[in-house]
Nanobody, 119 residues
Framework: VQLQASGGGLVPAGGFLRLSCAVSGRPASPYVIGWFRQVPGKERESVAAISGTARLIEYADSVKGRFTISRDNANNMVYLQMNTLKPEDTAIYYC?????????????WGQGTLVTVSS
């Protein structure tokens, strides 16, 4: 499974971006897809995750109410809509895949996309 994140950019505080994660190599539908972010020098943070059927979704407390994860299995895509962005949301964002909701280790990782929120 290959994953490619895209959609990052520079946005002012209060703005919005939509990140996309393209899944290839295998159908996306069986996989839990998660979004992570990392600031250089800091630990990677889990942002959101969505199960294969989209029935199970979870968010980090820091993004609840502002970010929305969704998926389009027909097109093997997963999205992260980010609203009301804050400077502290600045990071490299990655998408990853794992085979089971209850198995927390991710098996596949994509390249990141940089999100910069200016104050």
């Amino acid at each position: 499974v290959q994953l490619q994140a895209s959609g990052g950019g520079l946005v002012p505080a209060g703005g919005f971006l939509r990140l996309s994660c393209a899944v290839s190599g295998r159908p996306a539908s069986p996989y839990v897809i998660g979004w992570f972010r990392q600031v250089p020098g800091k630990e990677r943070e889990s942002v959101a995750a969505i199960s294969g059927t989209a029935r199970l979704i979870e968010y980090a407390d820091s993004v609840k109410g502002r970010f929305t994860i969704s998926r389009d299995n027909a097109n093997n895509m997963v999205y992260l809509q980010m609203n009301t962005l804050k400077p502290e949301d600045t990071a490299i964002y990655y998408c990853a895949a794992r085979s089971n909701w209850y198995r927390k280790r991710y098996d596949y990782w994509g390249q990141g996309t940089l999100v910069t929120v200016s104050s």
